[in-house]
Each structure stands twice: as structure tokens, then as C-alpha cells.
């Protein structure tokens, strides 16, 4: 791996854990559990890596995350 992958996933991480935080400490009644914060997750690399390869299958990555792709709203 390189330095600009491990950026990418210091990246990821970040906005998941920023976007949970936001979301919890709001006075929405959906809070994020762990099952929720892994699809945020999942859904959130599969844009970066998306965006970093054109040919990159996100619908497979997904599945293969264990995500069912016609229940994640991206």
C-alpha cells in the first residue's frame, strides 16, 4: 500500500466518524449504531474508491462488504 492509500483511509474514517458524530449529537431520532456506522463506512470508501478508478465495480464491492446494494441509499 501506499502513503496515498492509507490517506485515503484515514480519510474515510473521518468522515464517518465526523458524520456519526454530527448526527448523534443532533436532535434527530436516528442515532447511528454499529451496524449503521459500518454501512456509512462501506458506503463512504466505495465513493472515494469510485472516484479514485474509473473501473472500479461498486455494486460488487458492496455486496462483497455484505451490503445488499438496493438497500444503501448512494
Do not use: H, W
Amino acid at each position: 500500500m501506499t502513503k496515498k492509500d492509507y490517506e485515503l483511509i484515514a480519510k474515510a474514517i473521518k468522515l464517518t466518524s465526523g458524520t456519526i458524530k454530527a448526527f448523534n449529537d443532533s436532535d434527530t431520532p436516528y442515532k447511528y449504531d454499529a451496524e449503521g456506522t459500518l454501512e456509512l463506512l462501506t458506503v463512504i470508501f466505495s465513493e472515494f474508491l469510485e472516484k479514485e478508478n474509473p473501473r472500479f465495480q461498486r455494486p460488487l464491492f458492496l455486496t462483497a462488504c455484505g451490503l445488499k446494494t438496493e438497500e444503501v441509499n448512494a
